[in-house]
């Protein structure tokens, strides 16, 4: 295990600094975004640069544009940007807990609040903030609903994950082992995986922007060239739903915009799925894992 998981990481270290190098200087993505790539990467190693490489990675200059339109990869830039939030929020709480050596119960509260806070006031309300209106106020109440919808996915794959692989060998916890950082990074995998179907939908009805380029949004995600009509795709605004990105560029805004028919119903039938899968992860983590358990105590463990 203890050579697994040091491959692991070496891979990790070489699939962060790709991306890190292809995004300063080839691929034309947005300053938000490039920063959302390389935390992900950081947290999902080879299967972030992978998804990278298939989704993102301009394969020729003057090609993102017309690359990244399709909405699989119009959802994969809204699930990056998500996780790059959420699970950063995640994973410094989860460190600090263990540190602390709190219970699993109070780590796995905290761990939410935490991915909530971080993905909604700064990952989305601050960094995108001109491109939802200008306004960091704006731009909290246009994505407190998208955000909460990634959330509640990513923590109904992390908490079950984090809960029952920790509690179940007491040296998972301890954040001197590298089975306690694999956890985490298994964790985030595995969260990303189940916010993805959430977050294609919320593309594919302009309730979240999708994978962008600097070309036409700037590096913070203001509209460039206003006036002038362009053909690159534009977050939120797919080929594959009709939409262009002359639209979004004539309205003077890079931001998501709700369809005037769209259903109340289908937002709160999402919402309650999104509870009903946290609702089952947390009951996985319970039947399988141990809530009460924390760091530093040897009170019934069971080896892996």
Not at 75 to 90: E, F, R, W, Y
Not at 234 to 260: E, F, L, R, W
Request: with cysteine; aromatic share 10%.
């Amino acid at each position: 295990m203890e050579i697994l998981l040091i491959t692991w990481f070496s891979l990790t270290a070489a699939s962060v600094g790709y991306v890190t190098y292809d995004l300063v200087t080839s691929t034309p993505e947005m300053k938000v975004m490039k920063w959302g790539w390389i935390l992900v990467t950081l947290y999902t190693g080879i299967f972030g640069l992978a998804i990278y490489i298939i989704s993102c990675r301009e394969p020729a200059p003057n090609t993102h544009e017309k690359f990244i339109a399709p909405l699989w990869k119009q959802a994969v830039g809204s699930t990056i940007h998500c996780m790059a939030g959420d699970a950063t929020g995640v994973i410094v709480v989860a460190f600090l807990t263990a540190a602390l050596g709190l219970p699993m119960w109070l780590d796995s509260i905290l761990e939410y609040l935490a991915g909530f806070v971080f993905g909604l006031f700064i990952f989305q309300a601050l960094f995108m903030k001109d491109m939802l209106g200008g306004t960091y106020l704006a731009a909290v109440r246009k994505t407190w609903y998208p955000e909460l919808m990634s959330m509640n996915f990513v923590m109904s794959g992390m908490i079950p994950v984090m809960i029952i692989l920790m509690t179940n060998n007491m040296e998972n916890m301890e954040i001197s082992s590298l089975r306690f950082w694999g956890i985490m990074s298994l964790a985030s995998l595995i969260g990303g995986c189940l916010a993805y179907p959430v977050n294609w939908w919320m593309v594919k009805n302009k309730l979240k922007h999708g994978m962008g380029t600097q070309r036409v949004l700037g590096k913070g995600g203001a509209v460039i060239n206003k006036d002038e009509p362009s053909p690159a795709v534009m977050p939120g605004m797919n080929m594959a739903s009709g939409a262009t990105a002359n639209v979004a560029i004539k309205n003077g805004h890079g931001q998501m915009t709700m369809p005037s028919s769209e259903n109340i119903n289908k937002k709160i039938m999402v919402a309650v799925l999104s509870l009903l899968f946290l609702v089952l992860g947390g009951a996985a983590a319970a039947h399988w894992g141990r809530y009460k358990m924390q760091p530093g105590h040897t009170s019934q463990p069971m080896k892996m």
